[in-house]
């Protein structure tokens, strides 16, 4: 174990942060969800640190399921933002404010 | 030391893309930087032994769901869509970005101070249990084991042997009680993660001795490999040898190839298991080289810690043979392989993964109402003649009001109904 568990979980803190940044400051929806699955990535990666740490290999399943989950979630996601393009012609969340069809 | 400069490099080239994907304005920049920054984290799982996830990392995370992106994007022409100033009247969000900003930079401080003072990498890792086993070749019956005052074997015959169970770290008194009555004690130091077999042996009249010594049940190296411990309880303190069946010498009834050289009584050889069929003999070393027992493939296998006690059986007729007891257990995956993740998904987490199925079916079947339109019913195309109408009464028709006042007019089709479709 040369790289100490703690930078680990220092990177994923960082990207996690950047992605959180993201969500709060891009406009465009798809912007945001690519940045929902970046904190994602950040989450998995400080999973399977702790999971080799200590020795266990829950942690490394529980990344296999949150990657399942993601994948499902982008499919439904950009299905969603489709369907709000179409009516609005948009996927500026500043515009999507209203919850009218 | 490499491995430090390649985490440095990847988790700074991660950073960086992620920090690229926040600002480029085009989506499509964006999405690629967001690849480069999942390729990075896949090569920082291949550094935390999890070599499986960092191949799903790549095809599903990398390569499935950015496509899926991209081909959004593209097909919405998003590109730049939402990065554009919106402009004076538009900006009741714009006090939005410092908020935005502090906030995150307050949640990146508050975790690192938390990780940091943690202290994470000071923790002891747990260490496992060590486990123990029995196994009886005893011809005095069937015999009770108790390990302290745990029962582990219950009224267990001849040739017959539990599987592994774990107990606490600890010293503790075996005790063999044979039906017939008397027992058995010895000391057994159990030491975390190790894992130790319990062999009763003995002959018929006498009590039980009791033997203990070490299984390894560590990850093998490579799939397909296997260990081999060999215990000779043979009372009558017969020392033996292991031979390759194929390499008998007829000329002067040797054998070339030797695996083991004179096993005496209580003690053990570990081999690997070889490649190809196992086709062994075991013979009396003192004693003109007699055959005793022989083994084939079938009994060994790959992927596991295999278990050959030499032990003597008393048949019915009063007779005594070598019994070779093969007793196999599948060593430990190594950690993060695919062998142990499939492991794993196949008994402890078998209910989640069924779960997981349905959700993904749940999300097809959403993503299809979501995205469907509405199908209208196609109109059937009315088809005229074209000859019969002027330009002028198309151009009147478009404009809305009279293009010529004085020029002779066709009538048109009065109704579209009784138009007859071109032959």
Known sequence: ?101 | MTEVWLFIIAGALAVAAAVMMLLSENAVHSALFLIVTMVCIALLFLMLDSPFLAMIQITVYAGAIMVLFLFVIMLLGAEKLGTADPGPEKSRFRWFTPVALSLALALLFSIGLVTIQGNIDAQEPPVADPTVRVVNVSNSGPVDVYVGSLLLADDLAFGQSTSFASVPVGEYTVSVRPASGGETTAVFDAVAAESTNIVAHGPADEAPGIALFLQDMRPLANEGDGRITIFNAKADSTNVAVVETDTYNTADGSYSFVRVQNLAFGFTSILELPNGDVSWRFLNDGDGEQIIAELFDEELRRDSSNLIVLADEVLPAGTVRTLPLVVTAPTAAQFGSPRAIGYSLFTEFLLPFQVLGLLLLAAMVGVIVLTQREIKPVKKIQQRRKVSRPLTSVITAQVGQEVTEDAPRLNAPATAGEAEPVK
Not at chain 1, 10 to 38: K, Q, Y
Not at chain 1, 68 to 92: P, Y
């Open chain 1, 1 to 101: 174990m040369v790289v100490q568990t703690e930078s680990f979980v220092m990177l994923s803190i960082v990207l996690f942060v950047l992605g959180a940044m993201g969500v709060l400051l891009r406009r465009n929806a798809i912007m945001v969800f690519m940045s929902i699955e970046l904190m994602l990535n950040a989450a998995n990666l400080a999973l399977v640190a702790f999971a080799r740490y200590w020795g266990n290999e829950t942690g490394q399943l529980f990344v296999f399921f949150v990657i399942t989950v993601a994948a499902a979630e982008v499919a439904v996601g950009l299905a969603l933002i489709v369907a709000i393009f179409r009516s609005k012609r948009s996927i500026n969340i500043d515009e999507l404010h209203e919850m009218k069809g």
